[in-house]
């Protein structure tokens, strides 16, 4: 149930992004159902990789660099994806930055109304 919510509300998220920025364009809330989908699943399997691979300069960038990862992931998923388009990286940071603020308030507001 707590998953099902959370996709939703990502969802929901991704067209917000997409209403505040024009770098992010998404075509339906389908689209952006599926976007969030890829986007979660890239966090899950690919973002773990990522970061052991750039420790170095992570560690070196006192952690900024984690950004740049954030933003080449959410630009892969509009790669993928015909529905969900970010023009250029500098659309896909500040993209990204607003969407995990956005999921950062819903996973606070989730975990209050609905604990473990």
Not at 21 to 42: D, E, H, M, R
Not at 80 to 109: D, P
């Amino acid at each position: 149930m707590k998953l099902i919510l959370t996709w939703l509300l990502a969802a929901c998220a991704l067209l917000l992004v997409a209403y505040l920025y024009p770098g992010v364009q998404v075509q339906s809330f389908t689209s952006a159902l599926i976007a969030a989908a890829v986007i979660g699943l890239f966090n899950v399997v690919l973002r773990p990789v990522l970061v052991i691979l750039t420790l170095p300069v992570t560690i070196v960038t006192l952690g900024l660099f984690l950004f740049v990862i954030n933003a080449l992931l959410f630009w892969a998923a509009s790669g993928v994806l015909n529905g969900f388009q970010v023009n250029g990286f500098w659309a896909a940071l500040l993209g990204s930055l607003i969407y995990s603020v956005l999921m950062l308030l819903i996973n606070t507001a989730l975990r209050t109304v609905l604990p473990r």
